[in-house]
């Protein structure tokens, strides 16, 4: 496991690996981001903003 993740890690570090972010929202919406995606209203990748 030790391995994949810090391969993983190095692929982000070089920029050869992006998650496309669908959706920002703040921390406090965190349940409201989950209920997007249970209901399939929301797709993609859902990012929980902590500032």
Same mark, same amino acid.
């Given at each position: 496991m030790g391995e994949h993740l810090a391969e993983a890690l190095r692929l982000l570090a070089a920029g050869r690996v992006r998650a496309g972010v669908t959706r #920002?929202?703040?921390?406090?919406?965190a349940a409201k981001a989950h209920r997007f995606l249970e209901t399939? #209203?929301?797709?993609?990748k859902f990012l929980l903003s902590l500032g």
């Open positions: #920002t929202l703040p921390l406090e919406d399939g #209203t929301g797709r993609g």
